[in-house]
């Protein structure tokens, strides 16, 4: 028996794969022998050359995951180029400071609102027309790429932890209602990790964040990539539902 991971009959849709955890999970499914049609937002210079280094098992196109408009057109343009999708990686989201004691109210509606169109309604556009293809090609995987919020509850950012409660809830619905089609769905939920996200609480906050991680660090993205190839792999198959921590130990659930 052999626990060897081997995606290469595998196709991945992995959505902010530019930069970031997104980059590290295409990079590490592409290893694993995955086609990756990834998506980015803003930085097309970094999605080009990430798609030149891999050559042709990589392909990207620009999405607003708020352009609810422009999903179904994602997942054909995914289809066309590697001919089927097998497992889709909702990573993109947002993450923006949004306290109670804020004075707009205008503000906090407005993060809330796109908060929301990215982190859930995006994820969920997604994965409903994702799930269209799989269950007429045998099934597939949706892995959401949750948050330590989504468990502990954020002082600043209660709308981006809702939103990543949102997803790991998600994860469930999809677990108990496609099974029966072969369609599987986990979630994994990073505490902080060295990302250009996290930078702004990391430069401010570096020694308490560290200080609330038994292992002592501030996680790396590659710490995170090679459990999605795995939950991508038939390896997990029994882990439906699931959502699995990556959090150094910041918070046990």
């Known amino acids: 028996m052999t626990l060897a991971i081997d995606l290469s009959r595998t196709v ?8 970031g955890i997104g980059e590290s999970i295409v990079r590490h ?9 990834f998506t980015y937002h803003a930085r097309s210079d970094l999605a080009e050359l990430l798609t030149s280094e891999l050559g042709e098992r990589a392909a990207a196109e620009r999405l607003d995951m708020a ?28 993450f923006a400071t949004n306290p109670f004691d804020g004075d707009s109210f205008d503000a906090w509606r407005a993060g809330w609102r796109r908060t929301f169109d990215i982190n859930v309604f995006g994820a969920a556009d997604l994965a409903w ?35 990543k409660a949102a997803l790991v809830n998600l994860t469930k619905s999809i677990a108990r209602s496609c099974a029966p089609d ?26 308490k964040i560290v200080g ?27 882990l439906n539902g699931a959502t699995i921590d990556v959090n150094g130990g910041s918070y046990v659930r």
Do not use: K, W
């Open 12 to 19: 991945v849709l992995v959505t902010g794969g530019s930069r």
């Open 29 to 37: 499914l592409h290893a694993a022998g995955a086609s990756v049609f």
């Open 67 to 94: 352009d609810f408009a422009g999903m179904p057109g994602l997942v054909d343009a995914c289809v066309r180029r590697f001919g089927r999708l097998d497992v889709l990686v909702n990573n993109a989201a947002i």
């Open 129 to 163: 027309l994702a799930i269209r293809h799989m269950r007429d090609h045998g099934g597939g995987r949706i892995i959401n790429i949750a948050s330590r919020a989504a468990h502990r509850g954020e002082l600043e950012h209660a709308d981006y932890g809702a939103s």
């Open 182 to 207: 072969g369609i599987l769905s986990f979630a994994v939920a990073p505490g902080f990790i060295e990302t250009e996200m996290a930078a702004p609480d990391l430069d401010v906050d570096r020694p």
């Open 212 to 238: 609330e991680i038994p292992v002592g660090y501030v996680g790396r993205p590659d710490q995170v990539a090679p459990i999605v190839a795995f939950l991508a792999s038939p390896l997990g198959s029994y």
